[in-house]
Nanobody, 124 residues
Framework: QVQLKESGGGSVRPGASLRLSCQTS????????LGWFHQVPNQEREGVAT????????YYSLSAKGRFTITEDANKNAVYLEMNYLQPQDSGLYYC?????????????????WGQGTQVTVSA
């Protein structure tokens, strides 16, 4: 059974940094990608950063590029999102997700498994 659990959210001021963690378990070695998604109320979940499992490929949204970094620790079955220079528009729920079928790894439609989310609030 695939399980994903995020942690590390919080309330910070603009310009600050946060590191989100996602502990994973129960997924097959054939899984395609792991990703982080951002959602605000009344809007669709949007891909922020993703990595292709087993390959040195990472992709970022335009808003995340240069500020956010996705990494994984295969020994710990964990994936992380380092977020720097946070801005109020980065506020929202951040979800960790796993795709088995692949496709566009920045698209929520490619993912079957989701964590419960962790809240990030950026305000002065």
């Amino acid at each position: 059974q695939v399980q994903l659990k995020e942690s590390g959210g919080g309330s910070v001021r603009p310009g600050a940094s946060l590191r989100l963690s996602c502990q994973t378990s129960g997924w097959p070695s054939s899984a395609h990608c792991l990703g982080w998604f951002h959602q605000v109320p009344n809007q669709e979940r949007e891909g922020v950063a993703t990595l292709i499992i087993g390959m040195p490929l990472k992709y970022y949204s335009l808003s995340a590029k240069g500020r956010f970094t996705i990494t994984e620790d295969a020994n710990k079955n964990a994936v992380y999102l380092e977020m720097n220079y946070l801005q109020p528009q980065d506020s929202g729920l951040y979800y960790c997700a796993l795709s088995l079928r692949g496709g566009n790894c920045l698209s929520r439609l490619s993912y079957e498994h989701w964590g419960q989310g962790t809240q990030v609030t950026v305000s002065a």
